[in-house]
C-alpha cells in the first residue's frame, strides 16, 4: 500500500489505531447479535470455549475388548486398543466374575476389588533367590 507512512513509529501508531478500532466493531457487532437473537433461544458457547476438532466420546471408566481373547480394562488403558467396548463397574465385576480376564497392564481387578486372578497370583511355594544348583556361588 503506497499511502503508509514510511517510519515504523506511525505504523506502530496505525496499528495500535486499527487494533482498538476492530474491537469496537467487534463489540457492536456482537451487541447487534445479540439483541436479534430470540431470547428463548439456547445459547451456544463462544467459539474460543468450545475446543477444536471432532467431538471425542468421554472415556469410559470400564471396557471389554474383543480380540484375540476378551478382557477387562480401564478405560483408560492402551492395552484396549480402539475396539474397548464402555462397561458399568457392575457389569465389569459380573464378567469377572464369568470368567473373563483382566488386563495385566491396567489390573482393573485391583481397582475392582475383586480377588487377584489364579493367572497373576504368585505359587505359595514360589522361590525368589538363585535356584539351588544354578551353580552360583553365594
Do not use: Y
Not at 474491537?23 to 457492536?28: A, D, H, L, N
Not at 480402539?82 to 489390573?107: F, I, K, N, T, W
Amino acid at each position: 500500500m503506497d499511502d503508509l507512512p514510511p517510519d515504523l513509529e506511525r505504523l506502530r501508531t496505525l496499528e495500535t489505531w486499527l487494533v482498538l478500532s476492530l474491537k469496537r466493531v467487534r463489540e457492536q457487532i456482537a451487541a447487534v447479535e445479540r439483541s436479534a437473537q430470540p431470547q428463548h433461544a439456547p445459547q451456544q458457547p463462544p467459539a474460543a470455549a468450545r475446543p477444536a476438532g471432532p467431538r471425542r466420546t468421554p472415556t469410559p471408566e470400564w471396557g471389554i475388548s474383543g480380540a484375540p481373547v476378551a478382557e477387562i480394562h480401564r478405560g483408560d488403558c492402551f492395552a484396549g486398543g480402539r475396539a474397548l467396548r464402555p462397561v458399568s463397574a457392575e457389569r465389569a465385576r459380573a464378567e469377572l466374575a464369568d470368567g473373563v480376564q483382566v488386563c495385566g497392564v491396567c489390573r482393573p481387578d485391583n481397582v475392582l476389588n475383586w480377588p487377584c486372578p489364579p493367572r497373576f497370583a504368585r505359587p505359595s511355594g514360589a522361590f525368589r533367590g538363585p535356584r539351588p544348583g544354578s551353580g552360583r556361588a553365594s
